[in-house]
């Protein structure tokens, strides 16, 4: 467990308003952020302090502006640790030493990122990393998922027919958010119907999405189902023009 928690330890450090991947090679394949992609989220509703509020008044802010805090959640690598198995995990003092222990992490891919070349460089940064312990316990690297990043263009007629549906539905302007682009199956879509692909979200920020108490708000679930038939006419509209 010692041997495992100093490779933990080492794949990310604390830096001044964020935590950098230690693993060499990572950075260098993001693609550079332009001028252009920046100034899409300086007019997002969003702000630090709402986000401080939905941790219980907690700053646990990595970053001291909005834009990098949407950047870093939505368009840069980020490495999580998830979990590790075989250690004694329940309430109580019981003093179980393992014999085997096993990490679950994960590195978002995000443009131009390459799956491949990020397995093999993080395993080699592991195994260097534990060779240097010096310890007489042994190391397994296994990728378990990979998928390649997606991102899509948002200047053309399904996203714009899709303003016209949040539009008419909530009455707002919607927001060009980065979310989703680590679902594979939207790459499969676009490549498989060779058609632009949107991802139209209908959730609130709390919803907890993928924890054990996921929700979706009766309004959201109405509305929602406004806004997708919406999304349809408008499409349709839009398409009859272009034809």
């Known amino acids: 467990m010692i041997d495992l928690t100093q490779l933990l330890a080492s794949l990310v450090k604390p ?9 060499p090679g990572v950075a260098e394949m993001v693609a550079p952020v332009t001028e252009e992609e920046r100034s899409v989220y300086e007019p997002i509703d969003y702000n630090l302090v709402d986000l401080a509020d939905s941790l219980g008044g907690r700053d646990c802010s990595l970053h001291a502006t909005r834009t990098d805090t949407l950047m870093a959640r939505w368009r840069m690598p980020a490495l999580s640790i998830h979990g590790i198995e075989g250690a004694f995990a329940q309430p109580g003092a019981k003093t179980v030493i393992p014999a085997k222990v096993t990490a679950k992490i994960s590195i978002r891919t995000v443009p131009n990122i390459a799956p ?11 195994q260097n990393q534990f060779a240097q312990l010096g310890t ?12 390649n990043w997606w991102v899509s263009d948002p200047n053309n007629w399904s996203f714009e027919a899709a303003k016209q549906a949040t539009r ?18 939207t790459l499969t879509f676009e490549k498989e119907l060779q058609k632009p692909v949107l991802l139209l979200p209908m959730g609130r920020g709390d919803d907890g999405a993928h924890s054990t108490m996921e929700k979706l708000d009766k309004e959201n679930y109405i509305q929602g189902t406004k806004t997708l038939a919406s999304y349809l006419y408008f499409a349709a509209k839009a398409k009859a023009n272009n034809y």
């Open 168 to 185: 008419a539905v909530w009455g707002v302007d919607p927001d060009l958010t980065r979310e989703g682009g680590s679902i594979p199956v």
């Open 136 to 147: 007489k316990s042994s190391v397994k690297v296994e990728v378990v998922h990979e998928g």
């Open 116 to 126: 491949s070349r990020l397995n093999e460089l993080v395993t080699e940064y592991v």
């Open 15 to 23: 830096a001044k308003d964020t935590y950098k991947i230690q693993v």
